[in-house]
Every structure is written in structure tokens, then in C-alpha cells.
């Protein structure tokens, strides 16, 4: 079975932040409607608005982001992979974040335009170009 997924372009551009794995969140991270915050034993990730991140934290800048519109079932498989395996094979790299509702898909702002088109080609939905 294929999977055709229709996606969103959300509007902004977003950084990925690493901070000390005791670091508080920053007030800053929650200014935006997008933001996601992951903390392990080794990092406090924070993906947020790139506008919003002040001068001197250490980030990954200049990403755009893919969110697989609806509610996905837990039950499903093979969302991630639909999107990943043909962005990789087309040599784009992906940061992938997943919530309780849906998935979003990470690509650098310099491969959104290739990152769509590839996309397209194998039968998902992209809205809002």
C-alpha cells in the first residue's frame, strides 16, 4: 500500500537548539504557535522559532517545517518512512518530530523547494505553496 499524505508548509523559520541537559526552558521558546521541547540526560532540545533565539545559543538555524495534516491513528505505520525514504534517496536531510496527534518534518529552508517536489512526485499533497 502507498501512502498519499497531505502536508502544510508552516509559515515560519525554526532553529534547533541544544542547552545544557539542566538548563530551565527559556522564557523565549514559547513565543511561537510551533515548539518543540525534548529533555534526555545529555540535552535540553528546543525547536522554536528561529526569530525568537537570541544572539550566543548554540542552534541549528534555517529550518522549515512539513506537518502531516489530521490526526494520525497510532495504529498506522509507515507514515515517517514515506517521507523520509524519498527525501533521503533524493539526498535531503530531515529532523523529524512527532506529537501525540501528527508528525512534522524538518528540512533546511535551502531544500524546501527540492523537498516538495520530491514529495509531490511520489503522490503527497503539499497545500499552501
Sequence with gaps: MTLSLSLSILPDTFAVCRLAPDAPIPSWVTNGDFVSITRTDDEL?????????????????DWRCLQVDGLLDFALTGILASLA????????????????????L???????EKA??????VGHRISNL
Excluded: M
Design 106 to 112: 524538518l528540512v533546511k529552508e535551502n531544500n524546501l
Design 85 to 104: 525514504t524519498p527525501l533521503a534517496q533524493a539526498g535531503i536531510s530531515i529532523f523529524a518530530i512527532s506529537t501525540f496527534d501528527t508528525d512534522y
Design 116 to 121: 516538495i517536489a520530491v514529495l509531490q512526485n
Design 45 to 61: 532540545s528546543i525547536v522554536c522559532r528561529q526569530s525568537d533565539v537570541p544572539n550566543g545559543i548554540h542552534c541549528e538555524r
